[in-house]
């Protein structure tokens, strides 16, 4: 059974920094790509950034040098630690693997304001 689990979201204010941690299993973590994803309010679904089994990463245009995406295959857990945070970063992020996903999970919440 797929289970994705998120966490680490909050309220930061703008330059701020946030550790976003996404517990997988069910989906043979170790050797697919994963991605992080986020869906703000009135917007469709993006992908921020993917990292594929052997640790290769690409990221959306609005996060390159702010986001950075990382895994531990060991632990079965994607993380995306992100700083300098704006305001147009305010989402709900979820992690998935990349195309095709699987069952999304709840997502964690991240409200970057003043």
């Known amino acids: 059974q797929v289970q994705l689990v998120e966490s680490g979201g909050g309220l930061v204010q703008p330059g701020g920094s946030l550790r976003l941690s996404c517990a997988a299993s069910?989906?043979?973590?170790?050797?697919?790509?994963m991605g992080w994803y986020r869906q703000a309010p009135g917007k469709q679904r993006e992908v921020v950034a993917t990292i594929r089994a052997v640790g290769t990463t690409t990221y959306a245009d609005s996060v390159k040098g702010r986001f950075t995406i990382s895994r531990n295959n060991a632990k079965n857990t994607l993380y995306l630690q992100m700083n300098s945070l704006k305001t147009e970063d305010t989402a709900v992020y979820y992690c998935?693997?990349?195309?095709?996903?699987?069952?999304w999970g709840q997502g964690t919440q991240v409200t970057v304001s003043s």
């Open positions: 069910g989906i043979g973590f170790r050797i697919v790509s």
């Open positions: 998935n693997k990349v195309s095709p996903v699987d069952t």
